[in-house]
Structure formats: structure tokens, C-alpha cells
């Protein structure tokens, strides 16, 4: 039985959607159990109408919520009643197996190394996102903000991450790794990716060099590694450019008769481009590096995106024992690259 922790009050739409959207993932499985930790009536009201099955379900009340806008560091410490402390201290003692939270990002992460503590081997943990591949499947892209100054030996932790991720979640059995960069030539960019480069070659199976942003969505690689920093920018962008897109063909279809016309014999087209970029087909990010699993949803996350994060992200990465193959293969690495036991956890 897979067993989850949820934060049920984190989001711009808790508890409702949350519940809803575990709620279905619930149906289609027959070995998840949820445990919705928050305000017990507000869950209880959401769970109302819904059908669902009784005995895999359970709520565990926190009267405290910790705010989109509260301090991460000092939040996660204060507010020991919060649905978010609660939740993660369930993966700590062995109640969960895996943790969702839509709520504070930083609090999240904060969390997740403060209770859960990190993979031997791993210094710092990453936020994996798959982003939309146009010429096959999804391309897991990380860190896309969880470390914004990572080391060169840390980048090669988030590519072992990622190459076994990628294995796991998406079936692709020779992962191509690459690291984001400004140009595809192993002597371009800062001293971090040169470095990173450089062991990447010499300890990564399926390292395929650089590669430039220009190609992330073209499937040019399967897993594209860079900093915290640089991926939450390219995240962002992304995302802004995609809604940017998408409303401006809406505006501008109902300004003339002909493109409302051309709109018509186009719909399947633009369906499908939805399809391709809607960032709720895989649900959430997953904090990976930390002993168990955290996977963190958009603020705004809606049913379906608790539902697809928990049928294709939670239930195969317990099940599979992907924190397992991460110790594993860490273990493999030279002691000069591994995680030190006296790096700081916040």
C-alpha cells in the first residue's frame, strides 16, 4: 500500500480541490492510502458528495496553515501545528510513504530537509519539473529552484537524479543527460558548467553534452540539468510565454469573422497545443535528495493536477523504490563528488 500525506490546506483552492483531485487518483488505484492533514471540518466539508473508498482514507487534524507569503525558515519552525509540519513529520516517522503539498515553496523545501534529511550522497536536494517535449515524451528538467548556487559536483548529483528519474517515472531506459548551457561546445559558459562538464564525461552513462534553451523542447536531450537559479528563471519564462500565446490567439480570433472561421478548422490544432504545454499532465515537482518523497504542486493547482501527481509522480516513485536507486547510485560515485555529512541541512 502506497500511503500519502497531504497537505490539504496548502493552495489558492484548499481543501477543495486538493481533496477532489486525491479523491480521483484514489479511484483509479486499489493500493493508495491518503491522509489529508489539515482543519478536520473544512475536509470533511470537501469530501462531501464525493465517493470515494472509506477505509483508504483518513484526515488528521491542523488547526495552523502556514501562508504563501509567511517566512519558509521561520514558518516551518513556528507553526508545529501547521498541516505542512504535520504532514512531513508523517513521512519522518514512517506513517507516509510520500508527501503533496500547493503550499509555500520554500517552506516545503525547508521542510523537507529539516525533518526528512537528505540521501547520502546528495549535498543539496532539486526540483525536477517535466517540461512539454514537442518531438516525443516530456523532458525532466531540474533544478528548477531548490539550490540557487549549485556546485559543479552537485550538478552531477541532480544528472544521476534526473538519469534515474527518467528511467523510473518515464520507462526511457538510456536517458540522454545534458547540461543547460549558452552554447553546445564543452568550452562554453561559467566555470561552474565547464566543471560540471567535465564530470559529468567522466561519471555520467548517457551524458550528452551541452545544449542550448533553444532546444530543451525539441527532445535534443531527456533530462537537462542546470542550477536552481537559472531553471526557475527559464521555468517562468516559459510558463509566461506559453499563457502569453495562448491568450493572445484568444484575443485576437474574436476581433475578425475570418479567424473566428480559421478557429474552427484549427480547433484539434490548438487542442493539441494545449495538450502539449498544460503543466498539469504531470502534477507537480518533486523534491528529490531527501528521504522520501515531497512533491510540491503550483499554488494554484486545480483537481486535476493533485490527481496526475499522484498516479504518475507518488504511486510508481514508491513503489519503485526510486529513493532506493538514488542512494544506490550515489553510492557508486567517488567520495570527492558525494554529499558531505557536514553540509549545513538549512
Same mark, same amino acid.
Given at each position: 500500500?502506497?500511503?500519502?500525506?497531504?497537505?490539504?490546506?496548502? *493552495?489558492?483552492?484548499?481543501?477543495?480541490?486538493?481533496?477532489?483531485?486525491?479523491?480521483?487518483?484514489?479511484?483509479?488505484?486499489?493500493?493508495?492510502?491518503?491522509? =489529508?492533514?489539515?482543519?478536520?471540518?473544512?475536509?470533511?466539508?470537501?469530501?462531501?458528495?464525493?465517493?470515494?473508498?472509506?477505509?483508504?482514507?483518513?484526515?488528521?487534524?491542523?488547526?495552523?496553515?502556514?501562508?504563501?507569503?509567511?517566512?519558509?525558515?521561520?514558518?516551518?519552525?513556528?507553526?508545529?501545528?501547521?498541516?505542512?509540519?504535520?504532514?512531513?513529520?508523517?513521512?519522518?516517522?514512517?506513517?507516509?510513504?510520500?508527501?503533496?503539498?500547493?503550499?509555500?515553496?520554500?517552506?516545503?523545501?525547508?521542510?523537507?530537509?529539516?525533518?526528512?534529511?537528505?540521501?547520502?550522497?546528495?549535498?543539496?536536494?532539486?526540483?525536477?519539473?517535466?517540461?512539454?517535449?514537442?518531438?516525443?515524451?516530456?523532458?525532466? =528538467?531540474?533544478?528548477?529552484?531548490?539550490?540557487?548556487?549549485?556546485?559543479?559536483?552537485?550538478?552531477?548529483?541532480?544528472? !544521476?537524479?534526473?538519469?534515474?528519474?527518467?528511467?523510473?517515472?518515464? *520507462?526511457?531506459?538510456?536517458?540522454?543527460?545534458?547540461?543547460?548551457?549558452?552554447?553546445?561546445?564543452?568550452?562554453?559558459?561559467?566555470?561552474?558548467?565547464?566543471?560540471?562538464?567535465?564530470?559529468?564525461?567522466?561519471?555520467?552513462?548517457?551524458?550528452?553534452?551541452?545544449?542550448?534553451?533553444?532546444?530543451? =523542447?525539441?527532445?535534443?536531450?531527456?533530462?537537462?540539468?542546470?542550477?536552481?537559479?537559472?531553471?526557475?528563471?527559464?521555468?517562468?519564462?516559459?510558463?509566461?510565454?506559453?499563457?502569453?500565446?495562448?491568450?493572445? !490567439?484568444?484575443?485576437?480570433?474574436?476581433?475578425?469573422?475570418?479567424?473566428?472561421?480559421?478557429?474552427?478548422?484549427?480547433?484539434?490544432?490548438?487542442?493539441?497545443?494545449?495538450?502539449?504545454?498544460?503543466?498539469?499532465?504531470? *502534477?507537480?515537482?518533486?523534491?528529490? *535528495?531527501?528521504?522520501?518523497?515531497?512533491?510540491?504542486?503550483?499554488?494554484?493547482?486545480?483537481?486535476?493536477?493533485?490527481?496526475?501527481?499522484?498516479?504518475?509522480?507518488?504511486?510508481?516513485?514508491?513503489?519503485?523504490?526510486?529513493?532506493?536507486? =538514488?542512494?544506490?547510485?550515489?553510492?557508486?560515485?567517488?567520495?570527492?563528488?558525494?554529499?558531505?555529512?557536514?553540509?549545513?541541512?538549512?
Amino acid at each position: 500500500m502506497v500511503r500519502v500525506a497531504i497537505d490539504a490546506m496548502g *493552495g489558492d483552492h484548499a481543501p477543495g480541490e486538493i481533496v477532489s483531485g486525491a479523491v480521483a487518483a484514489l479511484t483509479a488505484l486499489d493500493d493508495m492510502h491518503v491522509t =489529508f492533514v489539515g482543519r478536520e471540518n473544512a475536509v470533511r466539508e470537501a469530501l462531501k458528495g464525493l465517493k470515494y473508498p472509506e477505509e483508504r482514507v483518513a484526515v488528521s487534524h491542523a488547526e495552523e496553515i502556514i501562508q504563501a507569503d509567511d517566512d519558509p525558515g521561520l514558518s516551518i519552525r513556528r507553526k508545529k501545528e501547521s498541516s505542512m509540519v504535520k504532514a512531513l513529520l508523517m513521512v519522518r516517522s514512517g506513517e507516509a510513504d510520500a508527501f503533496l503539498s500547493a503550499g509555500n515553496t520554500g517552506a516545503l523545501m525547508a521542510g523537507g530537509l529539516l525533518f526528512l534529511g537528505r540521501i547520502r550522497g546528495i549535498n543539496r536536494p532539486a526540483l525536477l519539473t517535466p517540461m512539454p517535449g514537442f518531438h516525443g515524451q516530456p523532458v525532466l =528538467f531540474l533544478d528548477v529552484g531548490a539550490n540557487m548556487d549549485a556546485r559543479p559536483e552537485q550538478l552531477l548529483q541532480y544528472a !544521476f537524479m534526473g538519469r534515474i528519474y527518467a528511467q523510473q517515472i518515464l *520507462g526511457c531506459s538510456e536517458p540522454r543527460v545534458a547540461l543547460l548551457n549558452v552554447g553546445i561546445e564543452s568550452n562554453k559558459g561559467n566555470n561552474q558548467v565547464k566543471k560540471a562538464f567535465n564530470l559529468c564525461q567522466e561519471h555520467l552513462p548517457g551524458f550528452c553534452g551541452n545544449i542550448e534553451g533553444t532546444e530543451v =523542447f525539441f527532445n535534443a536531450a531527456d533530462v537537462v540539468v542546470c542550477d536552481g537559479f537559472v531553471g526557475n528563471i527559464f521555468l517562468k519564462s516559459s510558463e509566461g510565454l506559453s499563457r502569453t500565446i495562448l491568450g493572445f !490567439f484568444r484575443q485576437e480570433i474574436g476581433t475578425k469573422l475570418r479567424y473566428k472561421l480559421g478557429a474552427v478548422l484549427l480547433k484539434p490544432v490548438f487542442h493539441k497545443l494545449r495538450h502539449e504545454i498544460d503543466d498539469s499532465g504531470y *502534477g507537480g515537482a518533486p523534491l528529490l *535528495g531527501v528521504n522520501g518523497l515531497c512533491i510540491k504542486c503550483h499554488g494554484s493547482t486545480k483537481a486535476r493536477s493533485i490527481e496526475q501527481a499522484l498516479l504518475k509522480q507518488v504511486h510508481p516513485f514508491v513503489q519503485k523504490n526510486v529513493a532506493g536507486k =538514488f542512494q544506490s547510485a550515489m553510492g557508486e560515485l567517488p567520495g570527492r563528488v558525494q554529499g558531505g555529512e557536514n553540509d549545513q541541512a538549512l
